[in-house]
Protein backbone atom coordinates (compact mmCIF):
# COMPACT_ATOMS: atom_id res chain seq x y z
CA UNK A 1 0.00 0.00 0.00
CA UNK A 2 2.43 2.44 0.59
CA UNK A 3 4.50 1.72 -2.78
CA UNK A 4 0.76 2.91 -4.18
CA UNK A 5 1.51 6.00 -2.18
CA UNK A 6 4.61 6.83 -2.95
CA UNK A 7 3.63 6.32 -6.96
CA UNK A 8 0.09 8.30 -6.75
CA UNK A 9 2.76 11.25 -4.73
CA UNK A 10 5.32 10.87 -7.24
CA UNK A 11 2.08 11.54 -10.46
CA UNK A 12 1.23 14.16 -8.26
CA UNK A 13 4.33 15.83 -8.08
CA UNK A 14 5.64 15.65 -11.34
CA UNK A 15 2.80 15.31 -13.82
CA UNK A 16 2.47 18.55 -14.78
CA UNK A 17 6.09 18.74 -16.07
CA UNK A 18 5.79 15.37 -17.40
CA UNK A 19 2.66 16.15 -19.54
CA UNK A 20 4.73 19.65 -20.34
CA UNK A 21 7.30 17.64 -21.90
CA UNK A 22 5.56 15.09 -23.36
CA UNK A 23 3.36 17.88 -25.34
CA UNK A 24 6.57 20.08 -26.62
CA UNK A 25 8.29 16.66 -28.18
CA UNK A 26 4.78 15.83 -29.70
CA UNK A 27 4.51 19.72 -31.26
CA UNK A 28 7.83 19.61 -32.12
CA UNK A 29 7.49 16.38 -34.38
CA UNK A 30 4.45 18.04 -36.09
CA UNK A 31 6.39 21.70 -36.52
CA UNK A 32 9.03 19.53 -39.00
CA UNK A 33 8.23 19.70 -42.53
CA UNK A 34 7.34 16.22 -44.42
CA UNK A 35 8.74 17.70 -47.89
CA UNK A 36 11.91 18.28 -46.31
CA UNK A 37 12.57 14.77 -44.92
CA UNK A 38 13.33 11.58 -46.46
CA UNK A 39 10.48 9.03 -46.51
CA UNK A 40 12.45 6.93 -44.48
CA UNK A 41 13.13 9.04 -41.73
CA UNK A 42 9.31 10.31 -42.32
CA UNK A 43 7.83 6.89 -41.26
CA UNK A 44 9.46 6.71 -38.05
CA UNK A 45 8.67 10.45 -37.10
CA UNK A 46 5.41 9.83 -37.85
CA UNK A 47 5.74 6.17 -35.88
CA UNK A 48 6.99 8.54 -32.84
CA UNK A 49 4.40 11.47 -33.45
CA UNK A 50 1.53 8.45 -32.87
CA UNK A 51 4.02 6.74 -30.00
CA UNK A 52 3.70 10.23 -28.20
CA UNK A 53 0.21 11.10 -28.64
CA UNK A 54 -0.41 8.03 -26.93
CA UNK A 55 1.78 8.32 -24.33
CA UNK A 56 0.41 12.00 -23.37
CA UNK A 57 -3.17 10.16 -23.31
CA UNK A 58 -1.37 7.48 -20.82
CA UNK A 59 -0.36 10.18 -18.49
CA UNK A 60 -2.86 11.94 -18.30
CA UNK A 61 -5.23 8.75 -17.55
CA UNK A 62 -2.69 8.03 -14.56
CA UNK A 63 -2.64 11.36 -13.45
CA UNK A 64 -6.80 11.65 -13.04
CA UNK A 65 -6.30 7.79 -10.64
CA UNK A 66 -3.53 9.46 -8.82
CA UNK A 67 -5.70 12.75 -7.87
CA UNK A 68 -8.43 9.88 -7.03
CA UNK A 69 -10.84 10.97 -9.97
CA UNK A 70 -11.21 7.52 -11.52
CA UNK A 71 -10.47 7.69 -15.41
CA UNK A 72 -13.79 6.24 -16.21
CA UNK A 73 -15.81 9.00 -15.08
CA UNK A 74 -14.88 10.99 -18.09
CA UNK A 75 -17.07 10.88 -20.88
CA UNK A 76 -16.56 8.34 -23.81
CA UNK A 77 -16.08 11.03 -26.73
CA UNK A 78 -16.60 10.30 -30.67
CA UNK A 79 -13.71 10.03 -32.66
CA UNK A 80 -12.71 9.61 -35.82
CA UNK A 81 -11.99 5.68 -36.02
CA UNK A 82 -10.63 5.33 -39.49
CA UNK A 83 -7.87 7.61 -38.95
CA UNK A 84 -7.47 6.38 -34.88
CA UNK A 85 -6.36 2.68 -36.80
CA UNK A 86 -3.71 4.56 -39.27
CA UNK A 87 -2.23 6.21 -36.23
CA UNK A 88 -1.85 2.29 -35.02
CA UNK A 89 -0.52 1.45 -38.36
CA UNK A 90 1.85 3.53 -38.31
CA UNK A 91 2.82 3.02 -35.06
CA UNK A 92 3.42 -0.73 -35.59
CA UNK A 93 4.49 -0.99 -38.81
CA UNK A 94 7.91 0.92 -37.65
CA UNK A 95 8.22 -1.45 -35.59
CA UNK A 96 7.63 -4.58 -37.12
CA UNK A 97 10.25 -3.71 -39.78
CA UNK A 98 12.59 -3.64 -37.15
CA UNK A 99 12.06 -6.94 -36.22
CA UNK A 100 12.31 -8.29 -40.03
CA UNK A 101 8.39 -8.50 -40.10
CA UNK A 102 5.69 -7.10 -41.21
CA UNK A 103 2.61 -5.67 -39.86
CA UNK A 104 -0.75 -5.08 -42.07
CA UNK A 105 -3.99 -3.41 -41.05
CA UNK A 106 -6.87 -4.75 -42.63
CA UNK A 107 -10.14 -2.52 -42.41
CA UNK A 108 -13.67 -3.89 -43.60
CA UNK A 109 -15.50 -1.17 -45.65
CA UNK A 110 -18.44 -2.01 -43.35
CA UNK A 111 -17.02 -0.73 -40.44
CA UNK A 112 -18.04 2.64 -39.42
CA UNK A 113 -15.80 6.43 -39.93
CA UNK A 114 -16.69 7.08 -36.15
CA UNK A 115 -17.47 5.70 -33.01
CA UNK A 116 -18.31 7.02 -29.24
CA UNK A 117 -15.99 4.68 -27.22
CA UNK A 118 -12.82 5.07 -24.39
CA UNK A 119 -10.51 5.71 -27.59
CA UNK A 120 -7.33 5.25 -24.64
CA UNK A 121 -8.30 2.28 -23.50
CA UNK A 122 -8.95 0.51 -26.36
CA UNK A 123 -5.71 1.64 -27.86
CA UNK A 124 -4.14 0.03 -24.76
CA UNK A 125 -5.93 -3.18 -25.59
CA UNK A 126 -4.46 -3.27 -29.18
CA UNK A 127 -1.14 -2.03 -28.65
CA UNK A 128 -0.88 -4.85 -25.73
CA UNK A 129 -2.02 -7.47 -28.22
CA UNK A 130 0.18 -6.10 -31.35
CA UNK A 131 3.27 -5.91 -29.08
CA UNK A 132 2.56 -9.28 -28.15
CA UNK A 133 2.33 -11.08 -31.43
CA UNK A 134 5.55 -9.69 -32.49
CA UNK A 135 7.29 -10.51 -29.56
CA UNK A 136 6.33 -13.89 -30.33
CA UNK A 137 6.64 -13.81 -33.39
CA UNK A 138 10.40 -14.76 -35.65
CA UNK A 139 9.19 -14.30 -38.82
CA UNK A 140 5.88 -13.23 -41.63
CA UNK A 141 2.87 -11.28 -40.83
CA UNK A 142 1.25 -9.52 -38.05
CA UNK A 143 -2.16 -8.47 -38.77
CA UNK A 144 -4.64 -6.46 -37.17
CA UNK A 145 -8.34 -7.00 -38.99
CA UNK A 146 -11.39 -5.02 -37.87
CA UNK A 147 -14.70 -5.74 -39.05
CA UNK A 148 -18.08 -5.04 -38.40
CA UNK A 149 -20.36 -8.65 -37.25
CA UNK A 150 -23.78 -8.79 -35.71
CA UNK A 151 -23.34 -5.33 -34.43
CA UNK A 152 -20.02 -5.92 -32.72
CA UNK A 153 -16.87 -4.36 -33.70
CA UNK A 154 -14.48 -7.84 -33.82
CA UNK A 155 -10.31 -6.84 -33.48
CA UNK A 156 -8.43 -9.85 -34.59
CA UNK A 157 -4.76 -10.15 -34.13
CA UNK A 158 -3.44 -13.03 -36.02
CA UNK A 159 0.32 -13.66 -36.44
CA UNK A 160 2.57 -16.36 -37.68
CA UNK A 161 4.90 -17.38 -34.67
CA UNK A 162 4.58 -20.38 -32.69
CA UNK A 163 1.43 -20.25 -30.83
CA UNK A 164 0.66 -20.00 -26.93
CA UNK A 165 2.29 -23.64 -25.35
CA UNK A 166 -0.24 -25.50 -23.13
CA UNK A 167 1.09 -24.06 -19.99
CA UNK A 168 0.71 -20.37 -21.12
CA UNK A 169 -3.15 -21.64 -22.02
CA UNK A 170 -3.96 -22.58 -18.82
CA UNK A 171 -2.50 -20.17 -16.78
CA UNK A 172 -3.94 -17.09 -19.51
CA UNK A 173 -5.62 -13.69 -18.49
CA UNK A 174 -3.65 -13.99 -14.74
CA UNK A 175 -0.72 -11.19 -13.63
CA UNK A 176 1.96 -13.99 -13.84
CA UNK A 177 0.88 -16.13 -16.60
CA UNK A 178 4.08 -16.32 -18.58
CA UNK A 179 5.19 -19.63 -17.73
CA UNK A 180 8.53 -19.73 -16.10
CA UNK A 181 10.25 -21.91 -18.87
CA UNK A 182 9.39 -19.62 -21.62
CA UNK A 183 12.94 -18.26 -23.35
CA UNK A 184 11.08 -14.67 -24.11
CA UNK A 185 10.99 -11.86 -21.61
CA UNK A 186 7.67 -10.77 -20.08
CA UNK A 187 5.39 -11.73 -17.65
CA UNK A 188 1.81 -12.18 -19.54
CA UNK A 189 1.17 -8.88 -18.13
CA UNK A 190 -0.04 -7.07 -20.74
CA UNK A 191 -2.39 -10.17 -21.72
CA UNK A 192 -4.24 -9.30 -18.00
CA UNK A 193 -4.27 -5.77 -18.62
CA UNK A 194 -6.25 -6.71 -21.83
CA UNK A 195 -8.56 -8.74 -20.49
CA UNK A 196 -9.37 -6.40 -17.59
CA UNK A 197 -9.66 -3.24 -19.79
CA UNK A 198 -12.10 -5.35 -22.26
CA UNK A 199 -13.97 -6.40 -19.45
CA UNK A 200 -14.34 -2.96 -18.15
CA UNK A 201 -15.95 -2.18 -22.46
CA UNK A 202 -18.12 -4.97 -21.73
CA UNK A 203 -16.90 -6.60 -24.54
CA UNK A 204 -14.61 -10.39 -24.67
CA UNK A 205 -11.52 -11.62 -25.20
CA UNK A 206 -10.42 -14.71 -27.13
CA UNK A 207 -7.15 -16.70 -27.82
CA UNK A 208 -7.10 -19.50 -30.47
CA UNK A 209 -4.28 -21.15 -31.57
CA UNK A 210 -4.35 -22.18 -35.08
CA UNK A 211 -3.90 -25.18 -37.09
CA UNK A 212 -0.58 -25.54 -38.14
CA UNK A 213 1.54 -22.34 -36.91
CA UNK A 214 0.63 -18.79 -35.20
CA UNK A 215 -2.22 -17.73 -33.09
CA UNK A 216 -5.92 -15.60 -33.19
CA UNK A 217 -6.01 -13.28 -30.34
CA UNK A 218 -9.74 -11.54 -31.07
CA UNK A 219 -11.48 -8.68 -29.17
CA UNK A 220 -15.41 -8.27 -29.27
CA UNK A 221 -16.99 -4.90 -28.45
CA UNK A 222 -21.01 -4.93 -28.56
CA UNK A 223 -22.68 -2.18 -29.87
CA UNK A 224 -23.59 -1.02 -26.66
CA UNK A 225 -20.02 -0.14 -25.81
CA UNK A 226 -19.22 1.83 -28.38
CA UNK A 227 -22.17 3.14 -30.13
CA UNK A 228 -21.64 3.75 -33.90
CA UNK A 229 -21.70 7.45 -34.95
CA UNK A 230 -21.79 8.80 -37.89
CA UNK A 231 -21.00 12.24 -37.87
CA UNK A 232 -24.93 12.82 -37.52
CA UNK A 233 -25.14 13.27 -33.46
CA UNK A 234 -24.33 16.86 -34.04
CA UNK A 235 -27.01 17.66 -36.78
CA UNK A 236 -27.48 21.40 -37.36
CA UNK A 237 -30.96 23.46 -36.50
CA UNK A 238 -31.77 24.83 -40.19
CA UNK A 239 -35.51 25.64 -38.56
CA UNK A 240 -34.75 29.03 -40.15
CA UNK A 241 -34.62 27.94 -43.64
CA UNK A 242 -36.38 26.99 -46.51
CA UNK A 243 -34.63 24.90 -48.74
CA UNK A 244 -35.78 24.06 -52.53
CA UNK A 245 -35.34 20.71 -53.74
CA UNK A 246 -35.41 19.75 -57.31
CA UNK A 247 -35.44 15.64 -57.49
CA UNK A 248 -37.19 13.18 -60.01
CA UNK A 249 -36.98 10.47 -57.79
CA UNK A 250 -39.54 9.28 -55.59
CA UNK A 251 -37.35 7.48 -52.95
CA UNK A 252 -35.06 10.30 -52.81
CA UNK A 253 -37.13 12.75 -52.60
CA UNK A 254 -38.72 10.81 -49.21
CA UNK A 255 -34.70 10.38 -47.82
CA UNK A 256 -34.01 14.35 -48.24
CA UNK A 257 -37.24 15.25 -47.04
CA UNK A 258 -37.00 13.06 -43.70
CA UNK A 259 -33.33 14.70 -43.38
CA UNK A 260 -34.53 18.27 -44.08
CA UNK A 261 -37.60 17.89 -41.37
CA UNK A 262 -35.35 16.03 -39.23
CA UNK A 263 -33.37 19.12 -39.29
CA UNK A 264 -36.47 21.63 -38.80
CA UNK A 265 -36.18 23.18 -42.19
CA UNK A 266 -39.28 23.91 -44.87
CA UNK A 267 -38.82 22.00 -47.97
CA UNK A 268 -39.92 23.29 -51.43
CA UNK A 269 -40.37 19.87 -53.58
CA UNK A 270 -40.11 20.57 -57.45
CA UNK A 271 -40.25 17.05 -59.05
CA UNK A 272 -38.67 17.89 -62.40
CA UNK A 273 -36.56 20.80 -63.92
CA UNK A 274 -39.61 22.61 -65.45
CA UNK A 275 -41.08 23.08 -61.88
CA UNK A 276 -38.07 24.31 -60.18
CA UNK A 277 -37.80 27.21 -62.84
CA UNK A 278 -41.08 28.32 -61.54
CA UNK A 279 -40.91 27.59 -57.91
CA UNK A 280 -37.53 29.52 -58.17
CA UNK A 281 -39.36 32.34 -60.14
CA UNK A 282 -42.35 32.93 -57.61
CA UNK A 283 -41.12 31.56 -54.26
CA UNK A 284 -37.77 33.22 -52.09
CA UNK A 285 -35.94 30.38 -50.66
CA UNK A 286 -32.79 30.13 -48.73
CA UNK A 287 -30.93 27.85 -51.01
CA UNK A 288 -31.72 25.36 -53.93
CA UNK A 289 -30.71 21.65 -54.27
CA UNK A 290 -30.98 20.81 -57.75
CA UNK A 291 -30.80 17.24 -59.48
CA UNK A 292 -27.94 17.24 -62.42
CA UNK A 293 -30.48 14.43 -64.27
CA UNK A 294 -34.15 15.83 -64.35
CA UNK A 295 -36.90 15.35 -67.03
CA UNK A 296 -37.64 18.28 -69.35
CA UNK A 297 -35.29 20.39 -68.55
CA UNK A 298 -32.19 19.29 -66.84
CA UNK A 299 -30.18 20.75 -63.62
CA UNK A 300 -27.33 22.15 -65.31
CA UNK A 301 -29.77 24.04 -67.60
CA UNK A 302 -32.11 25.21 -64.28
CA UNK A 303 -28.68 26.43 -62.57
CA UNK A 304 -27.79 28.26 -66.05
CA UNK A 305 -31.13 29.93 -66.89
CA UNK A 306 -31.37 31.43 -63.13
CA UNK A 307 -28.21 33.05 -63.13
CA UNK A 308 -29.00 34.84 -66.04
CA UNK A 309 -31.66 36.38 -64.11
CA UNK A 310 -30.86 39.88 -62.88
CA UNK A 311 -30.23 40.12 -58.89
CA UNK A 312 -30.99 36.12 -58.24
CA UNK A 313 -27.90 35.20 -55.66
CA UNK A 314 -29.77 31.87 -54.30
CA UNK A 315 -27.22 29.79 -53.37
CA UNK A 316 -27.55 26.74 -55.70
CA UNK A 317 -26.02 23.17 -54.62
CA UNK A 318 -26.00 19.96 -56.98
CA UNK A 319 -27.05 16.81 -55.79
CA UNK A 320 -25.54 14.28 -57.95
CA UNK A 321 -23.49 10.93 -58.43
CA UNK A 322 -21.53 12.56 -61.08
CA UNK A 323 -18.96 13.66 -58.78
CA UNK A 324 -15.26 13.19 -61.54
CA UNK A 325 -13.59 16.02 -62.07
CA UNK A 326 -15.11 16.80 -65.78
CA UNK A 327 -18.45 16.84 -64.38
CA UNK A 328 -18.07 18.90 -61.48
CA UNK A 329 -16.23 21.55 -64.00
CA UNK A 330 -19.54 21.57 -65.69
CA UNK A 331 -22.04 22.45 -62.83
CA UNK A 332 -19.72 25.09 -61.62
CA UNK A 333 -19.49 26.69 -65.29
CA UNK A 334 -23.36 26.59 -64.83
CA UNK A 335 -23.53 28.75 -61.60
CA UNK A 336 -23.28 25.90 -58.89
CA UNK A 337 -21.97 27.03 -55.40
CA UNK A 338 -21.12 23.66 -54.04
CA UNK A 339 -22.10 19.71 -54.97
CA UNK A 340 -23.63 17.36 -52.25
CA UNK A 341 -22.61 13.47 -53.62
CA UNK A 342 -25.25 11.37 -53.65
CA UNK A 343 -26.21 9.02 -52.28
CA UNK A 344 -25.88 11.07 -48.93
CA UNK A 345 -24.46 9.07 -45.83
CA UNK A 346 -24.49 11.52 -43.11
CA UNK A 347 -27.17 13.69 -42.17
CA UNK A 348 -25.01 15.98 -39.93
CA UNK A 349 -22.92 16.90 -42.82
CA UNK A 350 -25.45 17.08 -45.07
CA UNK A 351 -26.97 19.87 -43.08
CA UNK A 352 -24.07 21.57 -42.20
CA UNK A 353 -22.97 21.99 -45.66
CA UNK A 354 -26.64 23.62 -46.80
CA UNK A 355 -25.87 25.73 -43.40
CA UNK A 356 -22.01 26.73 -44.62
CA UNK A 357 -23.83 27.99 -48.69
CA UNK A 358 -26.53 29.87 -46.67
CA UNK A 359 -24.39 31.40 -44.27
CA UNK A 360 -21.37 32.29 -47.06
CA UNK A 361 -24.63 34.05 -49.21
CA UNK A 362 -26.18 35.77 -46.14
CA UNK A 363 -22.95 37.55 -44.94
CA UNK A 364 -22.03 40.36 -46.39
CA UNK A 365 -18.70 40.71 -44.69
CA UNK A 366 -15.41 41.00 -46.64
CA UNK A 367 -13.81 37.58 -46.72
CA UNK A 368 -11.38 37.12 -44.07
CA UNK A 369 -7.16 37.50 -45.03
CA UNK A 370 -4.98 35.52 -43.72
CA UNK A 371 -1.91 36.71 -41.83
CA UNK A 372 1.00 36.05 -43.53
CA UNK A 373 2.75 35.35 -41.32
CA UNK A 374 0.86 31.66 -41.01
CA UNK A 375 1.39 31.22 -44.56
CA UNK A 376 3.94 27.90 -43.92
CA UNK A 377 1.72 26.11 -41.44
CA UNK A 378 -1.40 26.24 -43.61
CA UNK A 379 -0.85 23.08 -45.90
CA UNK A 380 -0.31 21.22 -43.12
CA UNK A 381 -3.13 18.14 -43.41
CA UNK A 382 -4.44 15.11 -41.22
CA UNK A 383 -1.51 12.81 -41.70
CA UNK A 384 -3.93 10.18 -40.61
CA UNK A 385 -6.76 10.64 -42.34
CA UNK A 386 -4.72 11.04 -44.92
CA UNK A 387 -2.99 7.42 -44.37
CA UNK A 388 -6.59 6.13 -43.87
CA UNK A 389 -7.86 6.69 -47.69
CA UNK A 390 -4.51 5.19 -48.32
CA UNK A 391 -5.17 2.17 -46.57
CA UNK A 392 -9.03 2.25 -48.45
CA UNK A 393 -7.73 2.55 -51.63
CA UNK A 394 -5.02 -0.54 -50.88
CA UNK A 395 -2.14 -1.54 -51.85
CA UNK A 396 -3.10 -1.84 -56.17
CA UNK A 397 -4.96 1.77 -55.69
CA UNK A 398 -2.57 3.92 -53.77
CA UNK A 399 -0.09 4.99 -56.37
CA UNK A 400 -3.25 5.62 -58.51
CA UNK A 401 -4.98 7.82 -55.99
CA UNK A 402 -2.10 9.78 -55.62
CA UNK A 403 -1.21 10.50 -59.20
CA UNK A 404 -4.68 11.57 -60.03
CA UNK A 405 -4.53 13.64 -56.69
CA UNK A 406 -1.55 15.37 -58.18
CA UNK A 407 -3.26 15.90 -61.15
CA UNK A 408 -6.01 17.61 -59.93
CA UNK A 409 -4.05 19.73 -57.48
CA UNK A 410 -1.93 21.24 -59.95
CA UNK A 411 -4.66 21.69 -62.50
CA UNK A 412 -6.48 23.53 -59.98
CA UNK A 413 -3.65 25.50 -59.23
CA UNK A 414 -2.73 26.64 -62.38
CA UNK A 415 -6.78 27.66 -63.62
CA UNK A 416 -7.05 29.70 -60.22
CA UNK A 417 -4.10 31.28 -60.64
CA UNK A 418 -4.83 32.15 -64.44
CA UNK A 419 -8.83 32.77 -63.02
CA UNK A 420 -8.03 35.33 -60.65
CA UNK A 421 -5.17 37.24 -62.61
CA UNK A 422 -8.00 37.95 -65.11
CA UNK A 423 -10.66 38.98 -62.30
CA UNK A 424 -12.67 35.95 -63.59
CA UNK A 425 -15.20 35.24 -60.93
CA UNK A 426 -16.96 32.21 -62.84
CA UNK A 427 -14.07 30.42 -63.35
CA UNK A 428 -12.29 31.38 -59.35
CA UNK A 429 -15.42 29.70 -57.98
CA UNK A 430 -15.57 26.85 -59.95
CA UNK A 431 -11.91 26.16 -58.84
CA UNK A 432 -12.26 26.97 -55.78
CA UNK A 433 -14.82 24.85 -55.20
CA UNK A 434 -12.81 21.70 -56.87
CA UNK A 435 -10.10 22.75 -54.16
CA UNK A 436 -12.52 22.69 -51.13
CA UNK A 437 -13.49 19.19 -51.95
CA UNK A 438 -9.61 18.14 -52.36
CA UNK A 439 -8.44 19.46 -49.42
CA UNK A 440 -11.11 18.57 -47.31
CA UNK A 441 -10.75 15.01 -48.46
CA UNK A 442 -7.31 14.87 -47.59
CA UNK A 443 -7.66 16.37 -43.97
CA UNK A 444 -5.89 20.26 -45.35
CA UNK A 445 -8.58 22.48 -42.98
CA UNK A 446 -6.69 25.00 -42.99
CA UNK A 447 -6.11 25.38 -46.59
CA UNK A 448 -9.81 24.60 -47.19
CA UNK A 449 -10.77 26.99 -44.97
CA UNK A 450 -8.65 29.66 -47.24
CA UNK A 451 -10.18 28.09 -50.61
CA UNK A 452 -13.90 28.63 -49.20
CA UNK A 453 -13.02 32.35 -48.57
CA UNK A 454 -11.74 32.68 -51.87
CA UNK A 455 -14.94 31.15 -52.76
CA UNK A 456 -17.09 33.93 -51.01
CA UNK A 457 -14.86 36.70 -52.22
CA UNK A 458 -15.49 35.33 -55.80
CA UNK A 459 -18.88 34.56 -55.50
CA UNK A 460 -19.30 38.63 -53.88
CA UNK A 461 -17.24 39.93 -56.85
CA UNK A 462 -14.30 40.89 -54.26
CA UNK A 463 -11.34 39.38 -55.91
CA UNK A 464 -9.74 42.70 -56.50
CA UNK A 465 -9.60 43.11 -52.52
CA UNK A 466 -8.12 39.71 -51.54
CA UNK A 467 -5.14 39.95 -53.09
CA UNK A 468 -3.23 38.76 -49.86
CA UNK A 469 -5.87 35.47 -49.29
CA UNK A 470 -5.02 34.43 -53.56
CA UNK A 471 -1.33 34.81 -52.99
CA UNK A 472 -1.84 32.79 -49.30
CA UNK A 473 -3.84 30.44 -51.27
CA UNK A 474 -1.62 29.98 -54.34
CA UNK A 475 1.44 29.60 -51.41
CA UNK A 476 -0.29 27.14 -49.28
CA UNK A 477 -1.70 24.89 -52.44
CA UNK A 478 1.71 24.72 -53.74
CA UNK A 479 3.15 23.67 -50.11
CA UNK A 480 0.52 20.76 -50.25
CA UNK A 481 1.67 19.59 -53.69
CA UNK A 482 4.95 19.08 -52.46
CA UNK A 483 3.86 17.32 -49.58
CA UNK A 484 1.46 14.53 -51.73
CA UNK A 485 4.50 14.32 -54.50
CA UNK A 486 6.69 13.39 -51.19
CA UNK A 487 4.34 10.55 -50.29
CA UNK A 488 4.12 9.70 -53.97
CA UNK A 489 7.64 9.25 -53.85
CA UNK A 490 7.70 7.50 -50.82
Known amino acids: MAEIDAVRDALRLYGHDIRAAVSDVVGGLRLIDPA ?171 VENRAGAGADVTLSLPRESWECRQGDGDRPDLSDLTVLVAEDNETNQILVRQMLEGMGARMLLARDGQEALDLLAHHPVNIALVDIEMPRVSGIEVMRRMRQRPGFDTPMVALTAYVMRENREAIYAAGADGVIAKPIRSVSAFGQAIRRHVGRSMDDAPPPQPRPDAEATMAAFDRNRFESILQAAGPDGRQEFLLHLLQDLRSVRGELKQATAGNDTVQTRAQSHILISLAGAVGADRLQQIAESLNAAAHKGRLQEAGTLVSTCDHALGALIAQVEHRAAS
Open 36 to 206: RVPPDLQCQLDRVRVAGETLADLIDGATMLSTGRPAQAAPSRGFDFRSFLAGIEMRWSGRAREQGLTFRLDVDRHVPERIRAARIKLDRILGNLIANALKFSDRGRVTLSVRLEADALIFQVRDQGRGFSKPALDRLFTPDGRPTNENRPGTGLGLHISKELADGLGGALV
